[in-house]
T-cell receptor
Framework: NAGVTQTPKFRVLKTGQSMTLLCAQDMNHEYMYWYRQDPGMGLRLIHYSVGEGTTAKGEVPDGYNVSRLKKQNFLLGLESAAPSQTSVYFC?????????????FGPGTRLTVT | KQEVTQIPAALSVPEGENLVLNCSFTDSAIYNLQWFRQDPGKGLTSLLLIQSSQREQTSGRLNASLDKSSGRSTLYIAASQPGDSATYLCAVPFSGSARQLTFGSGTQLTVLP
């Protein structure tokens, strides 16, 4: 049981390049999330998904797109990377038995845009 | 809009001390509150989740309390150890939601041997 995994762990992009971050979970969780973490600003929600085929915007969605084609995977895309997107990206998943939605996090992807 | 504040931003204590980390939130209509631990360069590990109907949750040397009416939670760590050194974050759901979380900026704890 690997929990939540993220690929890649590190990446350096040039401004204007595109990339996709992959998140996978093997816990059969319905809900998945993408956050970014920046010094002094904490974690902020980018996009989330409440089930296969559904996605919604979070607090800071601009410049990102997501897809949830399979229940276990949640992809985060950057179509045209900007230096402001330099950050650490975390994926999380959760489930609810009694309305708890306890979140489980992946190890993160450190992205630098030059 | 829900806002979460954690004070202090950093704390350094000698090994063996009991300590309290504080978390406050602006919208008291929350479903739950979650405490996480983050080690440098790592992801977040869930420590405790307190439902809105609960006042306390305990796990080993950790005890978290929740006072919804005052918008406060505390994380009590008993008999601190150097291995407790990490950043501790609290998070509550967005206003009107049960799922999306708003995080505090964290308290960086250092336990000195």
């Amino acid at each position: 049981n690997a929990g939540v995994t993220q690929t890649p762990k590190f990446r350096v992009l040039k401004t204007g390049q595109s990339m996709t971050l992959l998140c996978a979970q093997d816990m059969n969780h319905e809900y998945m999330y993408w956050y970014r973490q920046d010094p002094g600003m904490g974690l902020r929600l980018i996009h989330y998904s409440v089930g296969e085929g559904t996605t919604a915007k979070g607090e800071v969605p601009d410049g990102y797109n997501v897809s949830r084609l399979k229940k276990q995977n949640f992809l985060l895309g950057l179509e045209s990377a900007a230096p402001s997107q330099t950050s650490v990206y975390f994926c999380a998943s959760s489930y609810s038995t009694r309305g708890e939605y306890e979140q489980y996090f992946g190890p993160g992807t450190r992205l630098t845009v030059t | 809009k829900q806002e979460v504040t954690q004070i202090p931003a950093a704390l350094s204590v000698p090994e063996g001390e009991n300590l309290v980390l504080n978390c406050s939130f602006t919208d008291s209509a929350i479903y739950n509150l979650q405490w996480f631990r983050q080690d440098p360069g790592k992801g977040l590990t869930s420590l405790l989740l307190i439902q809105s109907s609960q006042r306390e949750q305990t796990s080993g040397r950790l005890n978290a309390s929740l006072d919804k009416s005052s918008g406060r939670s505390t994380l009590y760590i008993a008999a601190s150890q150097p291995g407790d050194s990490a950043t501790y974050l609290c998070a509550v759901p967005f206003s009107g939601s049960a799922r999306q979380l708003t995080f505090g900026s964290g308290t960086q704890l250092t336990v000195l041997p």
